[in-house]
Structure formats: structure tokens, C-alpha cells
């Protein structure tokens, strides 16, 4: 069933923060030489769900009701977190990325979708894209 | 999906709050009834004149210390308010979506709505500033400064239950006025709640209070020689009926908004995949029960092409909406407030079925209801084609998931139709020409305009307008206008000699 309101969007989008940020804490455990970067990508994860969750609920357009703003299918953006017994740290990049990937397809195609009805959602959706591309560089050198 | 946890437990009473105590009606007890399951889940007294006279009583006591506590120190309750409507935003949302049946997208947005007039409020120390100017002859000086009357009346209506009343509130209690709050006993329990925190912020007893009820109380604001002002958002009958004329009976101020029957006019140069979003939420968002729905849609121009590939659309996406408990967060469109209005809604379909409208869509016997509630209280969004404007499901308000679509050649027609119906509350647009749209806006009599917004509702700092059939009165609700609304204008003319 696809996702169409405001609500269930942003919860839908709280639970990929979550569960990328979660990766990313488990990265740091397995490859300490990298703790920083990891637990750094984890806290912009959770900062990133309290940004969507301020434009959200502080800003009004014509729709704040949002029950008409998005049509995305969530099987589009699962992503596995699972990473193999011994991966090395350019394995753990690359889930990584892929991870990345799923999360920004996400914030793109809400951000598309809503442009007409949220105003500032979408707005943000496109600042947080902009941050992840700068984590995207980063973690394609790791490994 | 799972259900948002619903905060009005058990079977409580919705007490009037008087004089800083909360205190049960002694009047009729009545039950408050959540439309999606149809099970109370609360009661309400419906107040007596005693109850209202001595609201009246506690507010009136209370206006000459208030008035005399500096604007800063006002601000600063209302500030500690805002704070604590902010800590309880996500409770008091879904309490409008428990007792209301509107979306919790929708319940949310009537919060940050309401937050955001207290907001404006707490600017009264700039808002109230009166003028001055030295030597308006010689030696002599003018100014003009802005007092409050005292005890004012708020009647709320059950469209929004948390939002309207705060149009009014924090302006009337931050210029210096007390205020006595009358929620619609439909849905008793979002203004409890607010009361509930403006207790918790500490407000002096008598300065904001809260009495349920129904006529008894508006009659005995009406009559009373104490109460200085009332705003009222209701039914345009009861405005023009009741309201307006009780007032000038008595030389209360008043601020009263009815009822509208908004139209939507659609250009054939409009970004199709932006518009007919818009016009989901503005035609089906809160189940059509707002004064600034859509109601019916002008399609300008003759292209068959354009009108059937736009209309497949429109109706695909109707069909599509999702009808249920507003708790669920997948849900687009809950029920109307009660059997009444849902009857109302079908009747008044029928005479336009009569008049010659035929149905594209048929929402009287709702769709799959998610969560498989029972239907008392549903319907499923209506669309009607061959409409025409001197039809009663163009000129007499509806209140209800409809949408009447009626084909133009010209703009100009379209305006006409707009400008020929009795409401003119907010009417708008849809086009990516700058000419059609300015040309809209300046000839389309509506005291809200939407220029490619299907809802126009003005925020917190700007007046809710509203034109002819929709408002009685001179000033509005919200930003300055309510400012000048609450305060009489001394003006002072000096000279020492």
C-alpha cells in the first residue's frame, strides 16, 4: 500500500533514519578506526528526523492536512543492514552507500511528489539531500 | 496500520472552568459521541443562565486588576501558555481527531494553526503601541492610545474545535480584556484541554473561562450588559439571525463569520499534476466541513480534450481517497461530525440530483472504510457534473465531501458564477497565467483569495477575511484587526501651560 499522507510519510521516513542511524552505531563498534565517522553519520541521521519533523509541524501552507501530498511505495526503499561475518571496512562502505541510496531515493521522490502542497517539507527533504551527497563522497573513500 | 493512541479515556465530563475553578454544569448532561465508532466517549452539561451570569460575574471582577497588570507581564502568562500547548501538541491533536473524526495530518495543522495566533498574541507589547505625533498646533501634542473594554464572548464552532476560538483569545487577553470561551458541545473536550493549560500557565482566576452549553449560553452572552464583544464562527442563519442582530441590540462589538459555498476555478493553462492535490484537500480535506472548502469547481474553456483528460484525473484520484479513523495514519478523509449532518449532506445532493446533476462519483453510500468502522457517520467524496450555477448545491452551502463541476467559456463567466453566489469567503484559482490570475484577484469579490491554493487561509498575522453572506461586522479575527477589535482608541490632546 502506497504512502500518501504527510503522517504516515514521515513516519515511514523516521523508521529508515532509525534504522540507518542504528547501522551506522554498529559500524562504529566493528571498525573503531572509523568509530567517528560512523557514530557522526548516526547523530546526523536522528538530527536530520527532528529537521523533517520541525518543517512539518512549524510550517503552514495550504495543506497542512498533507492527506494528498506523497504516493511512494515503501518496498521501493527497503534496504538490509546485514553485513557478512569479517566484512572489511570497503565492504561496510558499500552497504553503506547502498543504504544512502535507498534513504535519498526516498527524500527525492517525496520531495518531488510534495512540492505542490508542503512547502517547506519538500524544501528540507532537498536540504538533507544536499548534506547526504557530502556523506556519499565520504564513505566512497573508505576502505 | 496501527492505531495512533486515542487520549480521551474512559468516560469523562467536560467541566466549565469559572473563576479559576472547574466546576460541573448543573444543566443537562449530554453525551459526546466520537463519529467514526459511535461510542461516547465523554459528557458535557449544557449550561444554564446562571452558569453563563456568573462566568460573566468572574470575568467582569477580574477585568480592572488584569487590565492594570503591565502588556509585558500579560504576555509572559501567554507565553508560558504557548510553551505548554507546544509540550501537548501531539495529545491535542489527536484529541480533535478522537472527538472531531478529521485526520491527525488535519488535527495537526489545526494545532500549529492555533499555537501560531498565540504566538501573534504575545507580540501585544508592539501590537497595542498606539500613535503620537508633537504640535499639532503650536504647543500642543496628540496621541492615541488602545484601551480594553473587558469580558468578551468567544463561540466556537465544531468544525475546528481546538483553532477558532484561539482567532480570538489570546488577542483579547493579552490587550487587557477577559474572556469567556463557549466550545460546541459536539466537541467539548479540545477546549477543555486548552483550558486545562491555561490553568497550568497561571492565569488569574476570571480572566479566561470556559462555559459549555448551547443556546442558553449564547443567548446569555447576547443579553448580557457586561459581556463587551462576542466573536462568533458558525452557520451563516445564526449569524444573521442571532448573533448580529443580538449585539447590535445591546451595542456589543461583533466579529461573525458564517457559512461558504467556495468555488475553485480551473484555467486550462494550470500545472495539472500540482492542481488536483490541491483540490483533494480543499474539497475533501475535513470531510468538506470548512468554511473554506471547495465546493464547486469552474472549469474554464471549451476543450473537450482538456475537460475529460482532467476530470479521468480528478475522479481517479477521488475514487482512490482513503476513508476510515483518522488515528490510522494512512487515512485521507474521516467521517462528518454526526447522523444529522450526514443526512443533511445527502439531501441536499438529492435536490441536486433533481436540479439536473448527474453523479460521476458517487460517495452517499461510502467506500471501503479501513479499519471496517461503522458507516453512521461516513460518506464517500460525491462528484456531480452538469452543474449549473443557479443550482442549490452551487448557492447554498454544503458542508460535506462534495464537489459540483460546472463548465465556462470564459473567465469572466467564471468570475460572474463567483461573484453571483451569496458567500465570499474564499475563492481561488488555478492557472499559470499571471494576467488570468491578477485579473481574478482583482475582480473576484471574496475577502480570502487563492492564486494556485486550493485552502486560503490566511495565517495567524493576517486578518481572516471574509466578504457579504460569510461575515457580519467590520473588523476580523486574528493579527491586527483583532487588536483594534479588543481596544477602544483614546485619543489625548495636550497643553501645558
Partial sequence: ?????????????????????????????????????????????????????????????????????????????FFETDLPEGATLKEAAQKALAVEEKIMNCYSDGADQSDSLLADVPRNFRMILKKRKKRLEKLETLG | MALLDEPIKGVPMA?????????????????????VTYETIGRVGISTKE????????????????????????????????????????????????????????????????????????????????????????????????????????????????????????????????????????????????????????????????????????????????IQGITFVGSTPVMRDVIYPGCGNTGKRCIAQGGAANILVIMPDCNVNATIPGLMTSFFGNAGQRCLAGQTLVIVGDDNNFYNEFMEKVTETTRNIRVGYGLDESVQMGPVRDV????????????????????????????????????????????????????????????????????????????????????HNGHAIFTSSGKAARQFQYDVISGNVGINIGIVAPMAFFPFSGMAGSFMGVLHTQGKEAVRFFTESKVCIHRWL
Wanted: hydrophobic share 35%; with cysteine.
Fill in chain 2, 340 to 423: 444529522k449532518k450526514k443526512e443533511s449532506i445527502l439531501n441536499k445532493i438529492e435536490v441536486g440530483l433533481k436540479d439536473g446533476a448527474t453523479l460521476r462519483l458517487d460517495g452517499r453510500k461510502p467506500p471501503e472504510i479501513i479499519g471496517g468502522h461503522p458507516d453512521t457517520c461516513f460518506l464517500g467524496p460525491t462528484i456531480m457534473e452538469n452543474v449549473s450555477r443557479e443550482m442549490s448545491i452551487v448557492r447554498e452551502e454544503i458542508f460535506g465531501p462534495t464537489m459540483g463541476v460546472i463548465r465556462v467559456k470564459t473567465l469572466e463567466d467564471a468570475i460572474e458564477i463567483c461573484n453571483e453566489s451569496p458567500y
Fill in chain 1, 1 to 77: 500500500m502506497d504512502l500518501r499522507t504527510a503522517s504516515e510519510t514521515l513516519s515511514f521516513l523516521r523508521e529508515l533514519e532509525e534504522k540507518a542511524a542504528k547501522f551506522y552505531e554498529e559500524l562504529a563498534e566493528k571498525f573503531p578506526g572509523n568509530k567517528d565517522d560512523f557514530l557522526l553519520c548516526a547523530k546526523e541521521n536522528r538530527k536530520y528526523n527532528k529537521q523533517v519533523q520541525m518543517a512539518y509541524q512549524s510550517v503552514i501552507s495550504d495543506a497542512i492536512e498533507g492527506g494528498y501530498a506523497f504516493s511512494l511505495e515503501p518496498d521501493d526503499y
Fill in chain 2, 15 to 35: 467541566e466549565n472552568y469559572i473563576d479559576g475553578e472547574w466546576v460541573e454544569s448543573k444543566g443537562e448532561i449530554i453525551d459526546v459521541v466520537n463519529p
Fill in chain 2, 51 to 226: 452558569e453563563i451570569d456568573s462566568a460573566v460575574k468572574a470575568a467582569d471582577d477580574a477585568f480592572d486588576d488584569w487590565r492594570r497588570t503591565p502588556v509585558v507581564t500579560r504576555c509572559r502568562y501567554l507565553f508560558r501558555f504557548r510553551e505548554l500547548l507546544e509540550e501537548n501538541f501531539e495529545e491535542l491533536s489527536r484529541v480533535q481527531t478522537q472527538e472531531h473524526g478529521k485526520c491527525i495530518d488535519e488535527s495537526r495543522g489545526e494545532t500549529r494553526r492555533g499555537i501560531e495566533n498565540v504566538e501573534v498574541a504575545c507580540g501585544m507589547p508592539t501590537l497595542m503601541m498606539g500613535d503620537s505625533l508633537e504640535d499639532i498646533a503650536s504647543g500642543i501634542d496628540e496621541y492615541l492610545i488602545r484601551q480594553p473594554l473587558g469580558p468578551f464572548g468567544v463561540i466556537g464552532p465544531f468544525n475546528f474545535p481546538f483553532m477558532i476560538p484561539l482567532w480570538s483569545a489570546p488577542y483579547a487577553v493579552a490587550t487587557g480584556n477577559t474572556v469567556i470561551v463557549k466550545p460546541s458541545s459536539e466537541v467539548p473536550f479540545s477546549q477543555t484541554k486548552i483550558t486545562e493549560l491555561v490553568e497550568e500557565a497561571g492565569f488569574p482566576p476570571g480572566v479566561w473561562n470556559m462555559v459549555h452549553g448551547g443556546r442558553t449560553v449564547v443567548g446569555g452572552m447576547l443579553e448580557h450588559p457586561d
